[in-house]
Nanobody, 127 residues
Framework: QVQLGESGGGLVQPGGSLRLSCAAS????????MGWFRQAPGKEREFVAV????????YTTHSVNGRFTISRDNAKNTVYLQMNNLNPEDTAVYYC????????????????????WGQGTQVTVSS
């Protein structure tokens, strides 16, 4: 049984930065694709970023391109989301997720295609 746990959320001023971490336990972390999603109040969960098992391919959604970077350290069983130049529209609960079926990238924007989820960490961007 795989378990995921996010950390690093908090309150930050507009223009600030945060780094989210997601630690995995159980399973073989280095074989999983890992994604980040977020959900703002009253909105559906939306795709943010994904990184393949070896870290060689990574993608972010258009609204965060150039500001957010996803990365992973397989030796530490951890995936990261570096978030820079944050704005109030980035306020949400951020979730990490694991996909174990090696789906094509276009499928990895769909939250329903992920197999395990963390409990989420709140990010609030406000002055």
């Amino acid at each position: 049984q795989v378990q995921l746990g996010e950390s690093g959320g908090g309150l930050v001023q507009p223009g600030g930065s945060l780094r989210l971490s997601c630690a995995a336990s159980g399973g073989t972390f280095s074989s999983y694709t890992m994604g980040w999603f977020r959900q703002a109040p009253g909105k559906e969960r939306e795709f943010v970023a994904v990184v393949r098992s070896n870290g060689g391919s990574a993608y972010t959604t258009h609204s965060v391109n150039g500001r957010f970077t996803i990365s992973r350290d397989n030796a530490k069983n951890t995936v990261y989301l570096q978030m820079n130049n944050l704005n109030p529209e980035d306020t949400a609960v951020y979730y990490c997720a694991l996909e174990n079926r090696r789906l094509i990238i276009s499928s990895l924007r769909d939250a329903g295609n992920y197999d395990y989820w963390g409990q989420g960490t709140q990010v609030t961007v406000s002055s």
